[in-house]
């Protein structure tokens, strides 16, 4: 059993902060510079101060976590390891056998520095997860959907990543899960894709958009869930070109669905239709699903959306090696990597299109180094 | 020619940052939390703010770098880099013509982020080396001493690091540049440098400490320094062993080296002499050279002392991407590298008291990450 | 059921090869070159033939395997390997379903040019296994000793290299097979295998012999196998010293083993023991097992031993390697390997005395290059 | 001064060999086994015997060495190599001086097993240089042809191979060394290697055979060369498509050059040349220089032909790696490898054409040892 209103690891004795019943309040003053350049031409750096208030609430809601690409490696792997956490299921492996935890999670296993102790002088370093009432992951509702319809237990065999003894312990625990089909458009996926998508939603982009509406009303009544999170954790697409007048303003957008424009990507009209359902939309690969209309909209209905590729492999090492190199005057001549990739996402980048997406995303990283240090990298050069 | 008054790169509009003739005094305001423990077993985190005064001297005087280990593989590529610089010297290699430059430096080759343009909102990033008045390192006057009478000519083909064509065409500007006699102690330096040590002071600690006071007051006179900075770069000694009532204390310490005590290490006679003539003392080695004598000399004197170890290779790598990892919540199980030694370098480790002195060193960086969370490694696992 | 007399694959049609009932004899010229040196002090290299006749016994015999070490990794490894191949046992790993096979065995699993077809010009492959009669490895009768009594279903738990679903269903193969008690000798086995070591035979080198002897009779009879074969796959021993009248000769040692002196090893008693037994003995570990004693007296009872390590892995690698380079006229400078220690290797590894026996093994590899190639490697240099 | 006529390091003391006065006669027996299948379908190897007899020149001929490509990387290399050992010149490195050697090369650095001495029992190991008669490399005349006129002086700049020392002292001995204009046809060498075509032969193929021909008369006339070799080391070019009617034959490919067929590649051109003028050809690059009128032409001319690709890299190391896996039943899974490529081989690799002369040169390798062992490649999977 979860306590919804967990008791606070600490308080905070400052003027800037106030609980209340149901929430905690804080003031926080950002400081940050302008710069201008005066009449002399040098540069004059100004300090700004901006103030916030955050208001957290204490009680956290139950919340169901929908995954568009539930059967596959990612969808199959998250749910095994929440369920295998909150049912505390160990298994054998080839080295002795492995009891669950959470590592690897920036939530649940990383800490905060949160001060040095007046009397004993040593650190306190608090879990990430108490510093403000956050969701258990354990407490997690899962659904989704997948192109594919085969059920979870045999995808996860299929996405060969899990040892084959937490496989049959978790079988019980996913009788009958099914992945809701889900939107295939071969244009924008690669079209090795094919041979899987067996479940698919029939019709136009208005008659797919609102059959997602409906799959995430359902999704919430059904389990009771105060709360959703919607990720796309689905192949990646390709780029969907910008045309003005079709995707550059929310109401463009919307006609161009209407209309079933052929540039309005599937990950498009899954973030239009959680914005829509007032949900928060994570898209976990490189494309641009989030088009300017999907931004306008999100602002208009004031909805938190994000995300442009889950960067949590090379992509994360590699950046934080160049950060740590350029930021020390060191200069990089050149970055190589090796990709050891997941089954289909090796399918998917040998198609050139999408792999396009993956390169577009990943460069950027790098770009913005190299525009912070003119000395090492000299422009135009 | 330098300009020693170097026209500041931008201007800060600031009521906390004043401009006189001379320097440039800003207040700034620390924020940080203390923790206590309620009475009912709770934490409670109280921010704190320190206020402090930074006084910056407009003008850069005169300076000169005295290297221990000049001879040696550092002290000859810093040399070497610093005169084909200041001489604008180019060399041909292998792949072609090579022009100086600064790039590894941390002072000389990164920018700092300064602000967003009120404007363009473009960031202004601004070199290091233009935030505040910094001496420019081809302004560098330079000496030093080494166990090894080598010329800095032969010496620089000895460390096999540079270019052939380069050592030829700095040798007019090394002529007659001979290291001065340093201290050999063969208790403390690998035995396998018993070789190269033809150029010792002789006598007691005493006399030593007397000898190298007298080297620092007549290199400054001799080349008008208005400043100066003493860099130890040479070979990793072994630990010292704290011995109370010998090195714990200023006075005792000094009464230590009057009474010759073998326990006092080269390296602290050397940051000891630098402290006395009121200069920095940096330590590039892992040995402790800074035993607790010695950092009550540095407050008492009011002279700055720093360093632990360059950590310039695998080191730093090491504790950049640990620090990642178990910041974002990955439990690392062993790290492994190859150490790709100099010639010296790899010589020294051989000798086990020495090896010492850098494991010492380097499991500190992994150590405080490993005890930052406790989510990952319990306690006493 | 395994036909023993298995129907050749081809004939041999040869006035050099003749087939009897029991036995195919086949007559082979060997060529070599002896070099001596003339008058004029120029060498003469003059061709020498050496006639050999084969005789190969057509009915494979029902063989024993006792192995030294029968509950460490190798041990279980191998016991394992050949029951599920024996009952074609097939289980689940993370990838899918694996197979049983005999890859990477020599005889099993390469093949040899037998000759190109006379009508078709195509080459015929033929495995090894089918060139003349051998044993099938499927039909081995397992059993051996050990200095742990832990059962082998346990034993492949502890070695950590076997999936468990393998394990799981090799355990009706293997219950009730315990290792008969082994020789423990402090001073040659790392003194961290202590732990493991409670299953020892008691009492003097002449009656742990003894002992082994009986073992051997006994397995013989009770499996009524016709032949058997030991193999030495235990831990890595220090070097036994070669000392005059004690290991010297074969009476010497026969002498040395009564007398109880303590420079014969444990592998020189097992050897002696299968010798005196004639049974062939073959050493998988890198000590010098085989002192000159050992050697006269297999040569006496004409009994067949062999090996100083497996070379299985790198050191293998290493000497593919140099031959090809040393051979191709290229100057190989430094070999530099990291091995990959199994869980006891490692441990064994660390004590000095049986780092030695390895060190002294592998170097051998590569001082055999070295030697013949006076161009690259100068004498002396 | 070298002596065209060596002693003999050895004598061979055997009937089968003869020594007269221009010659060295030896009669070798080659033994082989043919395969036929018998009335029951098993297989019956038969021994077969072939006699050769070799005939070796004792007089060693002065040999020219023309290079196809000679101001590349290889042709720059090759000629700095031998004119360094020929002048025995030294030259100053970031590690110290290098003397000059022939290490890495196959006939001047690789020994071969002579026999066993008859007294001391010892190996004798012969150079491979010493086994007969052989051309010194340091007596080479060199020349050669390259579609880029640049002198050898700058083409050695250009390469980023040799050291500037080294470079700097070869150059009075290339004075006036500029290559041969050579054939350029955009058709079979990448697209990006015009910019270096400034110094080609114009005309129809037929014109320019008949231009190499003249070069090759012209370059033995004036070197007083008794013997030539000739090495395509140029670019790699794309496979030509072998047309029946057009170089199937000798006769046709000579009417093909006649007619200027569009599918005669440079480097068929010049094989033909050095056919028709009784000159050994050498093809360096992986293409098929070869097609089968080239073969036949090679054959009624008496001429020796050979070579698909140096395979000196990374090729060479994979078989070696392959031959020995699968000749010990060990079955890899897939090969990776990276090339770390020269600069003009990197461009080339980057048009599709010339990679896939690379791929399917490279491919043969591996596909050899793959059908050798079908216990471990079953055909067809």
């Given at each position: 059993m979860v306590d919804n209103k967990p008791t606070p690891l600490f308080k905070v004795n400052s003027p800037n902060v106030t609980y209340t019943e149901d929430a905690i309040h804080s003031k926080y003053s950002y400081q940050t510079t302008f710069v201008t350049t005066d009449a002399s031409g040098s540069l004059v750096a100004e300090p700004v101060t901006s103030d916030f208030e955050f208001v957290t609430q204490t009680k956290v809601p139950r919340t169901g976590l929908m995954m568009v690409?539930?059967?596959?490696n990612n969808g199959t792997t998250v749910t095994a390891g929440i369920i295998a956490n909150r049912e505390n299921i160990s298994w054998k492996t080839r080295l002795g056998v492995q009891t669950p935890n959470?590592?690897?999670?920036?939530t649940q296993a990383s800490t905060v520095h949160l001060g040095r102790d007046l009397h004993s002088g040593k650190d306190h370093h608090v879990p990430l997860a108490k510093m403000v009432p956050m969701v258990d992951p354990n407490t997690f509702v899962i659904g989704g959907w997948d192109i594919s319809a085969m059920p979870m237990i045999e995808a996860m065999d299929r996405a060969q990543v899990l040892e084959p003894d937490l496989i049959n312990q978790l079988k019980p625990h996913l009788q009958g899960m099914v992945p809701l089909p889900s939107i295939y458009d071969p244009d924008f996926i690669a079209s090795n894709q094919a041979d899987r998508a067996d479940n698919v939603i029939p019709g136009t982009r208005a008659e797919q958009l609102a059959q997602i509406r409906s799959d995430i009303t359902t999704f919430r009544a059904n389990n009771a869930c105060e709360q959703l999170i919607i990720v796309w954790t689905a192949n990646t697409e390709r780029f969907a070109e910008i045309i003005p007048g079709h995707n550059d303003t929310a109401d463009n957008l919307l006609r161009a669905i209407e209309a079933n424009h052929?540039?309005?990507?599937p990950s498009t009209i899954f973030a239009v239709a959680s914005i829509l359902e007032g949900t928060p939309f994570i898209n976990g690969s490189p494309q641009n699903t989030f088009v300017p209309g999907v931004v306008e909209l999100a602002e208009r209905y004031g909805v938190l959306i994000g995300g442009d590729d889950f960067k949590s492999g090379q992509t994360k090492i590699k950046s934080v090696l160049v950060d740590f190199l350029v930021g020390a005057g060191i200069k990089p001549l050149s970055i190589t990597s090796y990709n050891h990739l997941g089954n289909n996402d090796g399918m998917n980048l040998s198609a050139p299109s999408q792999f396009r997406s993956k390169e577009i995303s990943k460069s950027n990283v790098v770009d913005d180094m190299v525009g912070s240090n003119p000395i090492l990298y000299k422009e135009g050069a």
């Open positions: 690409g539930l059967g596959g959470y590592f690897g999670s920036l052929p540039e309005v990507s």
